[in-house]
């Protein structure tokens, strides 16, 4: 299984990325999804998450009304919508992919991982 992310960068504050995360070797469509990040010398975080079908996501409260998951199952990839970044969101952002879950919102719950796509935001 390789989940692999990108569409990181530098940015400025106020700017908007999308990040992907293109699957394979997994039944995608089964997949229940999420997306983490990370900042320096902070512990790993839930962002985001959607279900296999689409039809249902979750956020976290730092970052509901500005971010977007999204996925096309066709293209075995998921997406991660950013909008108006604040230098806050600068961290690793991680994809992962889930079997099942309870919530979907511990790392502990996810069985794959991808490398990770670095998010600097400059104020």
């Known amino acids: 299984v390789q989940l692999q992310a990108s569409g990181g960068g530098l940015v400025q504050a106020g700017d908007s990325l999308r990040l992907s995360c293109a699957a394979s070797?997994?039944?995608?469509?089964?997949?229940?999804m999420g997306w983490f990040r990370q900042a320096p010398g902070k512990e790993r975080e839930f962002a985001a998450s959607?279900?296999?079908?689409?039809?249902?996501?979750s956020y976290a409260d730092s970052v509901k009304g500005r971010f977007t998951i999204s996925r096309d199952n066709a293209k075995n990839t998921v997406y991660l919508q950013i909008n108006n970044l604040k230098p806050e969101d600068t961290a690793v952002y991680y994809c992962?992919?889930?079997?099942?879950?309870?919530?979907?919102?511990?790392?502990?719950?996810?069985?794959?991982w991808g490398q990770g796509t670095l998010v600097t935001v400059s104020s």
């Open positions: 992962a992919a889930a079997r099942t879950v309870v919530n979907g919102r511990r790392p502990s719950e996810y069985n794959y």
């Open positions: 070797g997994l039944i995608f469509s089964t997949y229940f």
């Open positions: 959607i279900n296999w079908s689409g039809r249902t996501t």
